[in-house]
């Protein structure tokens, strides 16, 4: 039964039954009206011949001409009860139908925008993974018969978590709406271009004449994030993103499975910095591995299986070692010793960065208390990641460590972001406050990387800056580069605060660090980072010759 044929009969229904109802009064009203003339004949005929016979009651109903009138009241009523209720049953009709067909129109919206809804990203109205993957199932069956390819990209925008966490989400959305806006422009409307989550893209062309026009589209893409988004106050934003690629059928007979080697080619990309990846079979053992480092991880941490190395930080003016920077290392009994940056990204995905953290912190006042009792001591810069930063309990985590191994507050000192602290000002001001109070001093490290405005700077109670080394390590062959490294110690020292230049690698660099009036340097021409052991070792080599 159709949908319709169920509100068609339900009105004849509903009609008979007005009629009928309507008919019933009409059949009363002719009862009364022939009770009426009953009543009528016999009261007049007894009031003409003082008694009641047949014979008087058909004289009276033969002369009495208001009685006639009477005789006419039950066809009157039967007439108008017909008509009314014909009349009645014709305007309800009317009126359900129209208001029927109003429901039914706004059922079919609705129909159509939760239909629309469940297939489209509500952000972007692009289509979402589902609708992606329907028209790639269509495609593959069509492609399948006429032998050609099909091709899928995924594409992830670089840093964006960093961009949403330092102009807040509603920028972030505005950046994502404007990314699938133009991606729409630059491409054919035959090509999907659908929205998978988060700041994930991906398009899907079903009309390739050949594998080779996929340069075309490439170039198209790069086209699309040339020109600098604009978001908050007409700040321009430099976006760039990272695509995995996969063919039909070479990468993959089923969406699903095309669907995962593009996700996979794309995370490649990601990491080797490579602008577009196509999928090879060597990186599934890359992806793999992936997984499996990032179920071990928390069971490293509690096994301390990680390890902590130390880089000296020098004063340029004594060559005094000064300090040094604390760096995590993770000693993995299959892979060997892995870098910060093999581990920490699959941190922060898992949530570890604070116990993580902590124990780096507790390794560092461990190693800290053992040099003391050698008649040693130095300070320890720890890097302190976003997610502790914010714990309003960090100052009383610390002070408690510090007073476990018997140290002095001045022994730390917490290496932060302008990242982090821009992502909840006031909380991480408040914090910050509270550290400097106990004692803790405080680092921006990776200066000049951020989004953030350097105003910030001034109000907060930190007392040395971290020039990048991106800035550093080609600053006297890269102009642009020379003149940050020098605005940025104009300023610090404007604001008094100390600047350490990291990725010292040669003297030349050093040399005009000196010149710029840098306080303090760090990099590879003094020492890579190194284990506690060959730390100490290295500091009375450095000691023995700078003596
Ligand atoms: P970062 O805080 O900017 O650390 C400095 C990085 O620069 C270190 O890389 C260091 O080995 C490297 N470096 C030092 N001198 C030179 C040089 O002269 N030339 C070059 N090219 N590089 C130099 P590493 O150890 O791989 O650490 C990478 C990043 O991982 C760190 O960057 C930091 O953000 C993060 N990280 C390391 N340890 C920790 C930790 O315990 N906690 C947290 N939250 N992050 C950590
Ligand atoms: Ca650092
Ligand atoms: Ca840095």
């Known amino acids: 039964m159709t949908s319709q044929a169920v509100p068609t009969q339900a009105f004849s229904r509903n009609v008979s039954l007005m009629r009928s109802k309507v008919s019933r009064y009409a059949v009363v009203g002719v009862f009364i009206a022939i009770a009426a003339i009953i009543v009528a004949t016999l009261l007049s ?35 108008w009860g017909q008509y009314v209720s014909s009349l009645i049953a014709y305007e309800t009709s009317a009126m359900v139908t129209e208001q029927t067909e109003e429901l ?9 925008k939760m239909m629309h809804d469940s297939t489209h990203d509500l952000l ?10 329907d028209r790639m199932q269509q495609a593959i069956v069509v492609a399948h018969r006429s032998d050609q390819p099909l091709a899928l990209l995924i594409l992830d925008l670089d840093h964006f978590k960093e961009i949403n966490d330092t102009l807040g989400h509603y920028q972030g959305d505005l950046l994502l709406q404007q990314v699938g806006l133009r991606l729409q ?16 893209f991906a398009i899907f062309l079903s009309t390739l004449a050949h594998s080779d026009d996929l340069k075309i589209i490439l170039t198209k893409i790069k086209k699309v994030f040339a020109p600098p988004f604009v978001l908050k106050e007409n700040m321009p934003l430099n976006v760039k993103c990272s695509i995995g690629i996969v063919i039909y059928p070479t990468h993959g007979k089923d969406a699903d499975t095309l669907m995962q080697r593009a996700d996979i080619a794309m995370y490649v990309a990601k990491n080797s910095q490579r602008d577009f990846l196509y999928y090879s079979s060597k990186f599934d053992q890359h992806s793999s591995e992936r997984l499996t480092l990032m179920a071990e991880l928390s069971q490293a941490i509690a096994n301390d299986e990680l390890v902590t190395y130390f880089q000296p930080k020098i004063n340029t003016a004594t060559m005094e070692v000064t300090g040094m920077e604390v760096l995590v290392r993770w000693q993995h009994d299959k892979l060997g010793l892995l870098l910060p940056d093999q581990f920490i990204p699959l941190a922060e995905r898992t949530g570890l960065m604070a116990p993580l953290t902590i124990w780096v912190l507790q390794s560092t006042c461990r190693t800290l208390e053992q040099w003391q009792k050698e008649g040693l001591s130095i300070k320890a810069s720890v890097n302190i990641a976003v997610q502790i930063l914010l714990d309003p309990e960090l100052p009383e985590i610390l002070t408690g460590l510090l007073a476990s191994v018997d140290l002095p507050e001045n022994s730390l000192m917490l290496e932060i972001t302008e990242t982090s602290v821009m992502k909840d000002p006031d909380l991480a001001l408040a914090v910050l406050h509270r550290l400097r109070e106990i004692g803790i001093e405080i680092s921006i490290d990776d200066f000049g990387t951020g989004y953030s405005s350097l105003s910030y700077l001034g109000e907060m109670p930190v007392s040395e800056v971290k020039i990048d080394k991106s800035f550093v390590l080609e600053m006297l062959n890269r102009k642009k580069d020379g003149v940050i490294v020098k605005a940025t110690i104009d300023l ?44 100490k070792q290295w500091l009375v080599k450095f000691n023995a010759i700078n003596a």
């Open 45 to 79: 005929d007894f009031l003409t011949h003082s008694s009641i016979t047949l014979a008087g009651l058909y004289t009276t109903q033969k002369t009495n001409s208001v009685l006639w009138i009477l005789d006419g009241l039950p066809f009157i009523f039967a007439f």
């Open 185 to 200: 422009n630059a491409l054919l409307p035959t090509d999907t271009i659908a929205r998978l989550g988060g700041d994930e």
């Open 104 to 112: 039914r129109s706004q059922t079919e919206d609705l129909e159509r």
């Open 124 to 133: 972007t109205g692009l289509p979402n993974r589902s609708l992606l993957v």
């Open 492 to 535: 610090a020292h404007n604001l008094g605060l100390k600047v350490v230049a990291e990725g010292v690698e040669t003297r030349e660099v050093a040399r005009k660090l000196g010149s710029l009036g840098c306080d303090t340097l760090q990099g590879y021409l003094f020492s890579r980072p190194v284990s506690a052991t060959d730390f």
